[in-house]
């Protein structure tokens, strides 16, 4: 049911003098519009003066003071000004001159489309056109056949079948829901395509069912239904029945009248499940659940669904949108004294205001959600909708219509809703332009103010819409699809707070396409990733500020370790960190020096490279050789990122020290090492281990050739080399890059790893990137003479690989020991 109100007039207009000669003349012998309905002083209306109610020929009710519809009750084409004001003056109790007659008729009655003009002709009528209101509208059946159709189901509404119904519903709502269940319903009927059509059919008849309760429950309180018909609320196509006659009625009469329709579809359900229970087709079972959503859906209070009449009805206050402006203004302390805000009575005044407090900010809210998730709500439509669209070109090839047919329906059910929030925002964004350009006009200030304010929603839209990123990606089936998931878009720092140690939680993870997915039987092993609390016990300090992780910073390496490092949260940029070292050992000393590379990003358009490459050369006999090789890659928040860390350790004992040629041979080729490190920058991701690998083998070769140092055991030679490749997607602030030089020690001691020293990333394109570093390497240099070990050597190859996409990722290490 759909009704449209004007504003309550006044009696107050200008003088006769000041009419134009036509208007002047037409308020001699005034004569009304074809079609007005004079409905009415409103019953058990929550205004003070309760308004009395005019129906136009186009079916738009306007409110009228009683003075007005006294006015124009008078009018009927053979009174004159004298004879209407007498009608008025004894109606109202107040004297009413002609002249004042002839006021209000030309500056009130004839305005609004109530009076013919002077020429005799019929006014042009100017109908609202509310943005929540129906359009489109398409009539059935007349008022006439409206009412012989629901003639019949009046009885319906004797209160014994009423309550009887009432309880049965209950009762079906319970077996079906709670005791029944759907999930044999579900699958009956998506199992058969012509059982879904069979239910959209239903659901269609039953909402077409909806519209007679409301037209019989008016017969049954003696109002008149008017005409039946269709047409589209939004652009969802409706039903309608025209129940304006229901005004007449007093709050009972009324409510019942609300209240039909969705007595109506309870009736429905009841009856669908009698039909179940004669067939046993547990499809049917839905029809029941489509009734109890359209109920649901049809309470809603916020928009022009039944929920809204019954609560316009209930408070006596016929349009509850026009109070909107006048509630809102009555808040401010200086305009509580309005005479638009005393209009209502104390009790309707206080429960329209709570219905503004709480409907204002929920329309709010969903606009700027609407306009937040437009386009996840494009991408995702425009992907079903493909899948639809391939699904129904294979319906069609192999000749099942029915399940074409159901493809048809999916697409338009995607469609719909788009199209709905499209229509919304345009017609929003006319309505407010129009109107901010009207109220503006002959005003320069308020106008280039208005320009100002409509220009920055324009640049906030196209910030909101602008492509770029994954603002257009579909909903996966695994987003939540929580409020704050749909802030976390605008206010990304939100998204940062993740699980805390001793508290549940949830977290994503993404398993390779085609892998076996643990299972409770066959469990895999995980890393949590939990954020690190500043001042916690066990952490070993504060993080720096733009440490951005949720998990530690690797602590630094020990005095004979090798660590890369590169952290990057910056924007659009590349960070590479290198770390070379050359290690030698003594004879006799434990080695358990370890290699380590970390690649962490938590930026868009960003990539992290770490590459640590470490020798360790062992000089005679040694009991105990440890070496441990590490790498990690791990994104966070980030937004087409790449993280690539690779740890790369060679192990080798040798019999002696080496000899000058030898010496010379592996400082000049330590020199070629230390120079590709410095440009590795330049080198492609994924010759990056080929080159370690060729350069392990050089040195292999040097020390083999050499005649005082060939490789021994126990030691032998432990390869590990470790690939970290990882991409993923998210955001955050803030830049890092540094290199780990090594330094060259006196002859005759091993050389460590020296200080770390920092470097400066550029930004360059992903993935053929450059950054500026200072990568260096330590000379080689004879160790002391001491026992030969005798023995073949004993290769041995440790990889360590951690790949990551997207989210936070859970970076995996190993640290095998060598032979």
């Known amino acids: 049911m759909s009704t449209t109100h004007g504003g309550p007039s006044t009696a107050d207009g200008p003088p006769a003098s000041s009419l134009p000669a036509s208007a002047a003349d037409k308020t001699q012998i005034p004569v009304r519009a074809d079609g007005v309905q004079l409905i009415g002083q409103a019953k058990d209306s929550g205004y003070r003066d309760a308004p009395s109610l005019v129906r136009r020929a186009d079916g738009q009710t306007l409110q009228l003071t009683r003075l007005l519809y006294l006015v124009l009750e008078a009018v009927d084409g053979r009174r004159g000004l004298e004879e209407i004001a007498s009608h008025a003056s004894s109606g109202s109790g107040r004297l009413v001159s002609p002249d004042n007659v002839r006021t209000l008729i030309a500056s009130q009655l004839l305005p609004l489309g109530l009076l013919q003009l002077a020429d005799g002709s019929q006014p042009e009528l100017r109908k609202a056109d509310p943005l929540l209101g129906m359009r489109f509208r398409y009539s059935v059946t007349d008022p006439e056949r409206t009412r012989k159709l629901t003639a019949p189901f009046t009885f319906l509404f004797n209160p014994l079948i009423v309550a009887a119904v009432t309880v049965a519903f209950v009762a079906t709502c319970w077996w079906v829901l709670m005791v029944k269940g759907l999930a044999s319903a579900t699958h009956d009927a998506f199992a058969n395509p012509a059982l879904v059509l069979l239910i959209l059919l239903v659901t269609v008849l039953s909402a077409g069912f909806h519209e007679f309760g409301h037209a019989a429950a008016a017969r049954r309180g003696g109002a008149t239904p008017g005409a039946m018909g269709t047409g589209l609320y939004l652009i969802w196509p409706a039903f309608y029945t025209d129940v304006t006659d229901s005004y007449r009625l007093g709050r009972a009469g009324r409510l019942r009248t609300d209240l039909g329709g969705l007595y109506f579809n309870a009736i429905v359900a009841v009856a669908v499940l009698g039909i179940w229970w004669a067939t046993g087709y547990d499809a049917l079972l839905l029809v029941i659940v489509t009734q109890v959503l359209q109920m649901v859906r049809q309470l809603l209070p916020l928009v022009r669904f039944d929920g809204y009449h019954i609560l316009a009805d209930a408070t006596g206050v016929p349009d509850l949108f026009q109070r909107i402006k006048p509630t809102l203004l009555s808040l401010l302390p200086w305009r509580r004294k309005d005479p638009e805000a005393q209009a209502l009575k104390p009790w309707a005044r206080a429960v329209v205001t709570l219905w503004v407090l709480v409907t204002v900010p929920l329309l709010l809210f969903s606009m700027v959600l609407m306009v937040l998730s437009l386009p996840r709500l494009l991408g995702t439509a425009w992907a079903s909708t493909q899948k639809q669209y391939s699904m129904l070109s294979t319906s069609l090839g192999a000749g099942d219509f029915l399940d074409a047919a159901v493809r048809v329906l999916a697409i338009a059910a995607v469609a719909l809703p788009v199209l709905a929030v499209l229509y919304v925002l345009l017609r929003l964004g006319q309505q407010l332009v129009t109107g901010l350009w009207q109220k503006t006009r002959g005003k320069a200030l308020q106008r280039g103010t208005a320009v100002i304010a409509i220009a920055a929603v324009l640049a906030g839209l196209t910030w909101a819409w602008w492509p770029g990123g994954e603002s257009y990606r579909p909903v996966q089936p695994y987003e939540r699809g929580t409020l704050a998931d749909a802030t976390t878009a605008i206010f ?291 160790a002391p003479a001491g026992p030969q070990p005798t023995g073949p050597a004993g290769p041995a190859t440790q990889p360590a690989a951690a790949p990551t996409a997207g989210g936070a990722s859970a970076p995996t290490a190993s640290a095998p020991p060598a032979p």
């Open 492 to 782: 990304p720092a939100g998204a940062s707070r993740g699980m805390r140690e001793g508290q549940p939680g949830r977290t994503l993870a993404l398993w390779p396409e085609g892998a076996r997915k643990p299972t409770r039987d066959e469990p895999q092993l995980s890393m949590v990733l939990v954020p690190s609390q500043t001042g916690a016990p066990g952490n070993a300090g504060p993080a720096a500020p733009s440490w951005v992780f949720p998990f530690d910073r690797p602590a630094a390496p020990e005095e004979d370790g090798n660590q890369s490092l590169a952290v990057n949260t910056t924007d659009g940029s590349v960070v590479y960190d290198v770390a070379f070292a050359l290690v030698w050992a003594d004879d006799g000393e434990d080695i358990q020096t370890r290699n380590e590379a970390y690649a962490f990003a938590s930026c868009a358009d960003c990539s992290a490279v770490a590459v640590g490459f470490q020798v360790v050369l062992i000089v005679g006999q040694t009991d105990v050789i440890v070496p441990e090789n590490l790498s990690a890659a791990a994104n966070y928040n980030c937004l087409r990122c790449l993280t690539y860390a690779l740890a790369d350790q060679l192990v080798l004992t040798l019999e002696g020290p080496l000899s000058a040629d030898g010496t010379a041979r592996l400082n000049e080729l330590w020199q070629q090492i230390a120079d590709f490190g410095r440009n590795l920058q330049q080198v492609p991701l994924s010759e990056i281990q080929g080159r370690l690998n060729g350069f392990k083998q050089q040195i292999m070769d040097v020390i083999k050739s050499d005649p005082n140092a060939r490789p021994g055991s126990p030691g032998g030679a432990a390869t590990s080399p470790s690939a970290t490749p990882s991409t993923g997607s998210s955001t955050a602030p803030s830049t890092g890059s540094s290199t780990s030089p090594g330094t060259a020690a006196p002859s005759g001691e091993p050389t460590r790893p020296g200080p770390r020293t920092g470097g400066t990333a550029s930004p360059r394109p992903v993935p053929a990137a450059t950054a500026s570093g200072t990568p260096t390497g330590t000379a080689p240099t004879p």
